[in-house]
């Protein structure tokens, strides 16, 4: 006897019910890659992620991860949770800056080093423009980019580590303080020759080293005003500093860079360096 169509319609219905009344619908498996399928819902434990999109072959995702672009997870954009948090991979701790965007941001976004409520208030581009961050990683992932003050001659890099995020690399506003202005306009601003002291500069033009204002020109904004700096001002700490590292110096010195002192308690005017010229304040 032969069964008609319409019958057999019905009854595989009826079979998908009684199914589903057992919750067997559960057990169902979808085959495939996931990554596929549309609309791919996330469990509720799942995290959703940020990443950096600039790079070829890695990104860094929200949390501070580093993987492959092949390695991420496509439904929450996040990276795998192996290797090391805030991977300072192929980066300077003392300049703060890397040779990769990647692990520059991820660098950045470890609070030992990157104070998030001063992150939150710093703003991006100039004037009218110019913006707060919405987030750590939205801080990092912007500060770690190329710009202007990374290159010389508008297509060379000024150093193989241009990627920084020193809270003083953008020089758009370091000093910026009026105050500021008016206590130098009493000062001689000079640059001393190569291994010379702030004492011997300042000497040389029959005046005396004023020590107690090397912290008011110790920022990235005075040093380019009267050296030459190369577009990289770093973050740096030593007797010699505020300086200029000459164009002689041993590469890992990061030649043509000017420098500023993270520590307050070594501005001296005696301090000096092979490779250096210091930046003085003489009264």
């Known amino acids: 006897m032969k069964i008609p169509a319409a019958s057999c319609n019905l009854f595989v219905l009826f079979l998908f019910f009684i199914f589903c009344h057992l919750d067997l619908c559960s057990s169902l498996r979808l085959i495939g ?12 434990d799942e995290v959703e992620c940020n990443n950096t999109v600039q790079g070829r072959y890695l990104l860094s995702d929200s949390r501070g991860y580093v993987c492959s672009i092949m390695a991420v997870n496509s439904a929450t954009s996040c990276c795998p949770e192996v290797g090391k948090q805030y991977s300072c991979h192929g980066c300077e701790l003392v300049s703060r800056c890397c040779d990769s965007y990647e692990y520059c941001v991820a660098c950045c976004m470890d609070p030992a080093r990157t104070v998030v409520e001063v992150a939150l208030k710093t703003k991006v581009a100039r004037q009218a423009t110019a913006r707060t961050c919405s987030s750590l990683f939205d801080f990092c992932s912007g500060r770690c980019r190329h710009n202007s003050q990374s290159v010389v001659h508008e297509n060379a890099y000024a150093n193989e580590l241009h990627h920084c995020f020193s809270e003083q690399l953008n020089p758009s506003g370091e ?19 190569q291994g010379q002291s702030c004492d011997a500069a300042c000497k040389g033009r029959r005046l005396s080293c004023a020590a ?12 380019q005003s009267y050296m030459k700096c190369r577009g990289l001002c770093v973050a740096s700490s030593g007797p010699d500093q ?11 010195l990061h030649p043509g860079a000017c420098l500023f002192n993270t520590q307050s308690s070594l501005l001296s005017c005696q301090g000096s360096h092979p490779y250096t010229r210091r930046l003085c304040p003489c009264s």
Do not use: M
């Not at 890659?33 to 509720?44: G, Y």
């Not at 009026?178 to 020759?193: G, H, Q, S």
């Not at 505020?242 to 890992?252: D, G, L, W």
């Open 33 to 44: 890659d996931p990554s596929k399928l549309p609309h791919v819902a996330l469990r509720t």
């Open 212 to 223: 107690d204002k090397l912290s008011e020109i110790n920022n990235c904004s005075e040093l």
């Open 242 to 252: 505020p300086a200029e590292v000459v164009s002689t110096a041993p590469k890992h």
């Open 175 to 193: 000093s910026g303080d009026p105050a500021v202005e008016t206590k130098l306009t009493d000062l001689t601003i000079i640059a001393a020759r």
